[in-house]
């Protein structure tokens, strides 16, 4: 199993340009937690979606940001227009939930480091 | 918002030595996750306890829960250079999204 894939690794952008972080789930899983990682803020939970569907977005910090997922096998998040801000690392995470109320772990993929200059 | 937080924020021992790393938690829970980040990856989940369970072990891991108390605690023993990573708690919020620490830096040298 390849495990959760987020592309690209690096991504160098400058304040104002349109960012796209893009995620492969574990197949299978029917969770998909978005995560940014800050020095300052440590992991906040930007979105989950469940089946595809958007479920709690109270994490994403303004309109600029939006999520989607179109398939069980790939989701996107997309700055637009980013500012320096911005600039973190950011996490996909998939988990498959086999029963209501059976908490499993979640599988973390490499992360995306975002730089806004 | 942040529902553990784990303490101390660094820590830093030598290898074949003991390391514990403390959460606490603020609402009540169903279970607590301990999560480990190894430098520029993502998060690796370790272990899992129930709130019902008191301790639980996984290897050299060593997890602890007191409800009463809102905190957890993580041991690892025999600590070796590979366990320097951070370490993170994680309790659920409404649904299986998870709220994070921010985690204890565990450095382990020769």
């Known amino acids: 199993d390849a495990g959760v894939i987020q592309s690209p690794r690096h991504e160098v952008t400058e304040m104002g340009q349109e960012v796209t972080l893009r995620c492969k789930p574990i197949?299978?899983?029917?969770?998909l937690f978005w995560y940014r990682q800050t020095m300052m803020r440590g992991l906040e939970l930007l979105i989950y979606?469940?089946?595809?569907?958007?479920?709690?977005d109270s994490g994403m910090p303004e309109d600029r940001f939006s999520a989607k997922m179109p398939n069980a096998s790939f989701s996107t998040l997309k700055i637009q227009p980013s500012e320096p801000r911005d600039s973190a690392v950011y996490f996909c995470?998939?988990?498959?939930?086999?029963?209501?109320?059976?908490?499993?772990?979640?599988?973390f993929g490499p992360g995306t480091r975002l730089t806004v200059l | 918002s942040q529902q553990g937080e784990e303490d101390p924020q660094a820590l830093s021992i030598q290898e074949g030595e003991n390391a514990t790393m403390n959460c606490s938690y603020k609402?009540?829970?169903?279970?607590l996750q301990w999560y480990r980040q190894n430098s520029g990856r993502g998060l690796v989940h370790l272990i899992l306890?129930?709130?019902?369970?008191r301790e639980k072990h996984s290897g050299r891991l060593r997890v602890t829960l007191d409800t009463s108390k809102k905190s957890s605690s993580l041991l690892i023993t025999a600590s070796r250079a590979a366990d320097t990573a951070s370490y993170f708690c994680?309790?659920?919020?409404?649904?299986?999204?998870?709220?994070f620490g921010k985690g204890t830096s565990l450095l382990v040298t020769p």
């Open positions: 197949s299978g899983h029917d969770y």
């Open positions: 979606f469940n089946n595809n569907v958007p479920i709690d």
């Open positions: 994680a309790t659920y919020r409404a649904g299986y999204a998870l709220n």
């Open positions: 306890i129930r709130s019902n369970e």
């Open positions: 609402t009540s829970i169903n279970n």
């Open positions: 995470a998939s988990s498959l939930v086999r029963l209501a109320g059976a908490y499993n772990e979640q599988f």
